[in-house]
């Protein structure tokens, strides 16, 4: 199928050891797919096998209809990017310059211009000439965030986006995930803050030992909040 990414059968070694067992799921264009569950359950490797960063990979994954392979340059090239959860800025380079090394042309519509980051993101407008290691931790996550925007992906992948923010950073990250579907970018999102994962996502995947166990429409989720909430609650 075009215009998706899919995730078939994937399997994920570190070493000798298997960490996803046939993790199977779909993202489509414009879409958020929000991957749950708690820590451990293999969340941020499916993220990193997406961009060829683990050791081994079993299985498929379709990107817009042509297999996603390789190392990361060409998977980045072909259409994916990855914003980690640790918040990587290129210290010693302002933030206006951290923008422009990332923008890329969208193959095609609409893309994102350095214009649009900072109207999503005012903070980094006030901070263009600033080197970007100066810059609290929730300024540097915005700039990631835009930075890989400007990259304009076909799918965008957010690690913990959210986690230690204030809640204005928090609001500023959801406005770029709202920003990023108009413009048909598809979304993975792994986040603890359910909160978050509510007001944006379209489906809804629990991960538990390297596998999806439950996987829920957002109007199921909408119907019932508290049933997705008691499988990510530590008993």
Avoid: W
Wanted: neutral net charge; proline residues 3%; aromatic residues 6%.
């Amino acid at each position: 199928m075009t215009g998706a990414l899919i995730y078939d059968n994937l399997c994920a070694f570190y070493g000798a050891s298997q960490i996803l067992h046939g993790v199977s799921f779909q993202v489509d264009k414009g879409s958020v797919a929000c991957l749950l569950g708690l820590n451990g359950m293999g969340k941020t490797t499916t993220l990193r096998a997406t961009m060829g960063l683990v050791d081994r990979t079993d299985g498929k994954i379709i990107l817009n209809g042509q297999e996603l392979r390789g190392p990361t340059h060409r998977r980045s090239k072909m259409g994916v990017t990855l914003v980690p959860e640790d918040r990587k800025v290129f210290a010693g380079l302002t933030v206006e310059e951290n923008l422009r090394v990332a923008q890329r042309k969208a193959a095609q519509g609409d893309d994102f211009k350095m214009n649009d980051a900072i109207e999503i993101f005012p903070r980094l407008g006030e901070r263009l000439g600033q080197k970007a290691g100066t810059l609290s931790g929730g300024e540097q996550q915005m700039l990631v965030v835009a930075r890989a925007m400007l990259a304009n992906p076909h799918y965008m992948m957010l690690d913990e986006p959210t986690e230690g923010l204030a809640p204005s950073y928090v609001d500023a990250i959801r406005d770029s995930i709202d920003a990023a579907r108009k413009r048909g970018i598809g979304i993975i999102l792994v986040e603890q803050s359910l909160p978050l994962a509510l007001a944006v996502g379209d489906r809804f995947y629990v991960m538990e030992n390297g596998q999806i166990i439950k996987f829920f429409e957002r109007k199921e989720v909408v119907a019932d909040p508290n049933r997705l909430a008691n499988m990510l609650t530590v008993e």
